[in-house]
């Protein structure tokens, strides 16, 4: 199938919305007076799911690269918010940890994060989830090869 003619492109669509969901997040955070960007609270978030999980792993899982994803655990372990826990046979490697006040601020978070989220769905089924799951999975594994 050819799309050449869209006068949107899919990653101008992409990108727009992308784009709108970062600043709506942003904003949102700020108006709970929390510093915190939309990229760190998707380390934060895969930190609550996955207790301990070693450096390279949360960069992998949240498609972030090595340098990126160490000047973000600088910056949330500079807020007390992360630890980084020495591995204890690899001396190059780190446990990452949510500290207590890590975890105090995904709780409060997460509500605001699941109605941001549900926000998006507003006058979608669930029908249309799943088109569109399928089709961004199918864009993404396409770029992947």
Not at 18 to 38: A, D, N, Q, S, Y
Not at 67 to 89: A, E, F, G, N, Y
Not at 113 to 124: C, E, N, S, T
Request: no cysteine; hydrophobic share 35%; proline share 4%.
């Amino acid at each position: 199938m050819s799309i050449r003619n869209d006068s949107r492109p899919v990653g101008y669509l992409l990108e727009r919305t992308t784009r709108i969901v970062k600043l709506k997040f942003h904003k949102t955070f700020k108006e709970l007076g929390i510093e915190l960007t939309p990229e760190q609270w998707v380390v934060i978030d895969t930190l609550n799911s996955n207790p301990g999980i070693l450096q390279k792993d949360l960069a992998d899982s949240s498609f972030k690269n090595a340098p990126t994803i160490s000047r973000i655990l600088d910056v949330l372990s500079k807020k007390s918010w992360v630890k980084r826990v020495p591995h204890r046979t690899d001396k190059r490697a780190y446990n990452i940890e949510l500290t207590e006040s890590g975890q105090q601020i995904y709780n409060v978070l997460r509500p605001e994060v699941d109605a941001l989220r549900q926000k998006g769905w507003d006058g979608l089924g669930a029908e249309e989830y799943a088109a569109f799951t399928r089709i961004v999975d199918k864009i993404f594994e396409n770029y992947s090869e």
